[in-house]
């Protein structure tokens, strides 16, 4: 997989599935939207907290050309699948990955904006259903086809009109820092998003000092859709208890480390509701504590976060895997790398790492040797780069 597509190749297999795309080559136009990296602050969105995620040069494509119909043709190159529907007639759930597509464009009917009809092939550098937001990418990229180019449509409305295409069509309960950061995505930085004000910044990085490395477990994170639901559910039962101590507390964002535990402590919650708003607690102040210590360069204080980090979501909030555990593992015991931690949802997928230019190659290297043999799985390593969000760009 390279870091980037091949805009010409794009371009032919449209022409070969449309006949209308190869007389009018110069009516083919190209989105591209990419993945997300969470550097700190998980499952923090989904309780009105902060999140640092940070949108990457692994991306997905689709060149298409519109139409005068209201019909959506969709090519698939990485499976060769294709499907299609009727922006007038939207069919129901259960298309499998059309329904992003689909979702997408009952969304932004309902949100009132006014669609095009297009044919249009998908392509992607993204590894698909890895921890790295695909589906995100394919909510926002779709966004902006249906659109067009010149739509005047803020990206933040974009991201949380392609969170409800999510919660709502496709049926996960998830929060905003997907599709925020796919949508609103800048080169060479982070976003500290502050989920309950939705107000962000960016934060610079320290790339010259640190590379940011993926690495993909290779395994499947079925469990991710139903156990995310469970965990969203266990937190409002944590909010529910505390608010019955404190009226104030409307997400456990407004919850303090004591207040859970004198919670627990009165038998208002039991263990496992206890350990959930724990993590959820925890993970916030770390975001903040992360943010300042990337800013300030100090990488020490970065690694504490993201170790903490990894801890809480192994123990206290139980979304780790072994499969995770062990490339966190084997990254922390190699020499230059300075921070990991599983990144997203958990169950599988990815982990993220703060690795020493010089030390990239020998991560790489050490988890070839020593990923398989413990897992029996096939891993990924990729260095990636902060990227812009989704949007319409020129083939060079
Ligand atoms: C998934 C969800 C996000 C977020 C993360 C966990 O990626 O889509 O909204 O909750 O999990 O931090």
């Known amino acids: 997989m ?17 006949s209308t795309a190869a ?3 110069t009516s ?3 989105v591209r939207s990419p993945g997300r990296v969470n550097l700190i ?8 907290g902060f999140v640092l995620p940070a949108a990457i040069d692994r991306e997905i494509r689709i060149g298409f050309v519109r139409t005068d119909d209201d019909r959506i043709v969709l090519h698939r190159s990485d499976t060769g699948d294709s499907g299609e529907f009727s922006l007038s007639d939207l069919p129901t759930r259960g298309q499998g990955w059309l329904d992003y597509a689909v979702g997408t464009a009952w969304a932004l ?3 009132g904006l006014r669609l095009h009809g297009f044919r249009g092939v998908i392509e992607t550098s993204l590894p698909v259903g890895a921890g790295l937001s695909s589906s995100a990418a394919i909510e926002l990229a779709i966004a902006r086809a249906l659109l067009g180019r010149d739509a005047d449509v803020d990206p933040l409305q974009l991201a949380r009109i392609c969170q409800r295409a999510e919660n709502q069509f496709v049926g996960v309960q998830s929060g905003l820092m997907d599709q925020f950061a796919v949508a609103c995505g800048r080169s060479g930085e982070a976003l500290l998003l502050d989920c309950r004000s939705a107000e962000w910044r960016p934060v610079a990085l320290p790339l010259a000092e640190v590379s940011l490395v993926v690495c993909d477990t290779g395994s499947p994170r079925e469990l991710a859709k139903s156990e995310y639901n469970v965990r969203r559910e266990q937190c409002e039962a944590a909010v529910a208890a505390l608010q019955r101590m404190d009226p104030s507390v409307t997400s456990l964002r407004d919850a303090s480390p004591a207040m859970v535990q004198a919670a ?9 509701v206890a350990r959930r708003a724990r993590h959820v607690v925890s993970e916030n102040a770390r975001v903040i504590t992360t943010a300042a210590a990337l800013e300030a360069g100090d990488l020490a204080a970065v690694a504490d976060g993201f170790r903490q980090s990894h801890a809480s979501l192994r123990g206290d909030f139980e979304v780790s895997s072994p499969a995770l ?15 990991a931690r599983m990144t997203g949802a958990g169950f599988g997928g990815c982990t993220i790492n703060l690795v020493r230019p010089d030390a990239v190659e020998r991560l790489s290297e050490a988890v070839e040797r020593d ?13 990636v780069m902060p990227a812009e969000g989704a949007g319409f760009f020129e083939p060079g």
Not at 3 to 18: H, S, V
Not at 266 to 271: E, F, M, N, Y
Not at 371 to 383: D, E, K, M, Q
């Open 325 to 339: 555990d062990t490339m966190v593992e084997i990254a922390v015991g190699t020499p230059g790398v300075i921070a």
């Open 109 to 111: 009917s309902d949100a």
């Open 371 to 383: 990923y398989a043999t413990r897992t029996g799985l096939t891993p990924r390593v990729f260095p």
């Open 28 to 30: 083919v136009e190209f």
């Open 2 to 18: 390279t870091n980037t597509l091949d805009p010409d190749r794009l371009r032919d297999r449209l022409a070969a599935m449309d």
């Open 264 to 272: 627990e402590g009165d038998g208002l919650i039991d263990a496992v």
């Open 41 to 48: 602050g998980e499952y923090t969105d989904v309780n009105d």
């Open 23 to 25: 007389v009018a080559a």
